[in-house]
């Protein structure tokens, strides 16, 4: 059984600082997603990882992927007020064929001024 | 282009009901996935769909099904409704190819009474 384990899954930062937010999987998989959510939204689709060192970057949120250790990280950097919501990674069972993803509990991310 | 609409927005229904939500999906994506979001149990994966053909499902009971159409649109009903199954209820699409992610809609949020 695939499992996604997140942490921190609560955190509350200053602007201006910056954190990272850890994604362990149990099982080979060949995909690592992250997600955004705010309150009473759906689920806003950040990054989609490939493959073992990828890296990708979309303003102040990097996310890196380690296929060897099962590890994916979202780095904040120099967070700001609108970066507040609850991050997501998933990951979907690797062999092809069928989809779905698991998903970790979710990161609830505060910053405060 | 057009997202992933999910009808209805709300629904509240009494215990024993039935319900039946329905997605569709992004102009030619032809993968549609279900997932059930509580606050306890958090995202949780229902089924997965492909040319109308369920390819994978995940643990949940036989009360929950689903289906496909030609059209790639998909529904998912729910018997015999428990006051449990009170939850958002999202559903993604995905196009074809390694790098595409699950686009998600804005969910149905079923109310059990």
């Known amino acids: 059984e695939l499992k996604v384990e997140q942490n921190p899954l609560f955190l509350s930062m200053q602007e201006g600082k910056n954190y990272t937010i850890y994604c362990n999987y149990s099982?080979?998989?060949?995909?690592l997603y992250w997600y955004r959510q705010d309150p009473g939204k759906s689920l806003e689709s950040l990054f989609v990882?490939?493959?073992?060192?990828a890296v990708k970057q979309e303003g102040r949120l990097m996310a890196s992927l380690d296929t060897k250790a099962r590890l994916s990280t979202l780095h904040i950097t120099a967070a700001v007020h609108d970066l507040s919501a609850t991050y997501f990674c998933?990951?979907?069972?690797?062999?092809?064929?069928?989809?779905?993803?698991?998903f970790g509990k979710g990161t609830h991310l505060i910053i405060q001024p | 282009k057009a997202g992933v609409t999910q009808t209805p927005r709300y629904l509240i229904k009494t215990r024993g009901q039935q319900v039946t939500l329905s997605c569709s999906p992004i102009?030619?994506?032809?993968?549609v996935s279900w997932y059930q979001q509580t606050p306890g149990q958090g995202l949780q994966f229902l089924f997965e769909?492909?040319?109308?053909?369920?390819?994978n499902k995940g643990n949940f009971p036989g009360r929950f099904s689903g289906r496909q159409f030609s059209n790639s649109r998909s529904e998912m009903n729910v018997s015999t409704l428990e006051l449990g199954d009170s939850a958002l209820y999202l559903c993604?699409?995905?196009?074809?190819?390694?790098?595409?992610?699950?686009?998600f809609g804005s969910g149905t949020r079923l109310t059990v009474v």
């Open positions: 993604a699409s995905r196009g074809q190819g390694a790098s595409y992610g699950y686009t």
């Open positions: 099982t080979t998989s060949d995909r």
């Open positions: 990882l490939l493959s073992n060192g």
């Open positions: 998933a990951v979907t069972y690797s062999g092809g064929g069928a989809d779905g993803l698991t």
């Open positions: 102009s030619g994506h032809r993968s």
């Open positions: 769909y492909f040319s109308e053909t369920q390819r």
